[in-house]
Structures are given as structure tokens and as C-alpha cells.
């Protein structure tokens, strides 16, 4: 059974740090490009990290730049995000997501506005962050 399974969210004061975890099983990473995509309350799905299958090339958006990581660990078949300084804004329900496109479909699908469900392949349950004080 193919899944991809969340970890790591909670509860973080601004400026602190989580590290999601996303870890797939039923198919090998290696050939997927992953993406992580957030939720917040009210709002539209976006894309905020993306890492490619073959050089490991990424994706940040903007509003993350420079405080989000994604790396990926094909040997133990997971991907995590480390986001550091968080901020209430980044408060949302974040979710991983695979797709054995080319990383330009992958990472179009990281930069494009209201990313679609059907725009990548397998996508996990999420997981909750919350920023706050």
C-alpha cells in the first residue's frame, strides 16, 4: 500500500524551529520529486518547498526563503522539512506530497498559485503547525 506519512508538527513559539518528516512506503523515493504544501485556516493550499528526485535541486517559496530546508534521505525513503524562525503566519496544516515527473512539473506545481491535488501523484494526511505564543 502506497502512503506517505507526516511527522513532527506541534506547537512552537515565534522564532522557534520544527522539523517535518515524511516518510513514504508501498513505492521507493528515489524517483519521485517531493513536495511539502501548507493549509493554513481559511486560506488556499500553496507550496512552500520542493526538492527535485535526480540532483537534489530545490524550491523555496518566498515567504519561506532563508528560514525552510527540505532535504531528502533516500535511503531510509524520507524527506523532512526544517523550518526555522517560524513565524504565526506559518501556521497551517503542512503535507508531503510525490510525483515521478520532471522536476520542472514538480517544482511548477511548489511555485503555481492554488497547487492542485491532482497536479502530484501521492500526498500524505498532513500534519498541524502552530505558531503562537
Known amino acids: 500500500q502506497v502512503q506517505l506519512v507526516e511527522s513532527g508538527g506541534g506547537l512552537v513559539q515565534p522564532g522557534g524551529s520544527l522539523r517535518l518528516s515524511c516518510a513514504a512506503s508501498?513505492?521507493?523515493?528515489?524517483?519521485?520529486?517531493i513536495g511539502w504544501f501548507r493549509q493554513a485556516p481559511g486560506k488556499e493550499r500553496e507550496g512552500v518547498s520542493c526538492?527535485?528526485?535526480?540532483?537534489?535541486?530545490?524550491y523555496n517559496a518566498d515567504s519561506v526563503k532563508g528560514r525552510f530546508s527540505i532535504s531528502r534521505d533516500n535511503a531510509n525513503n524520507t524527506v523532512f522539512l526544517q523550518m526555522n524562525n517560524l513565524k504565526p503566519e506559518d501556521t497551517a496544516v503542512y503535507y508531503c506530497?510525490?510525483?515521478?515527473?520532471?522536476?520542472?512539473?514538480?517544482?511548477?506545481?511548489?511555485?503555481?498559485?492554488?497547487?492542485?491535488?491532482?497536479?502530484?501523484?501521492?500526498w500524505g494526511k498532513g500534519t498541524l503547525v502552530t505558531v503562537s505564543s
Open positions: 506530497a510525490a510525483d515521478p515527473r520532471v522536476w520542472s512539473s514538480v517544482q511548477a506545481m511548489c511555485a503555481t498559485t492554488r497547487p492542485s491535488r491532482n497536479g502530484m501523484s501521492y
Open positions: 526538492v527535485s528526485s535526480l540532483d537534489g535541486s530545490t
Open positions: 508501498g513505492f521507493t523515493l528515489d524517483y519521485y520529486g
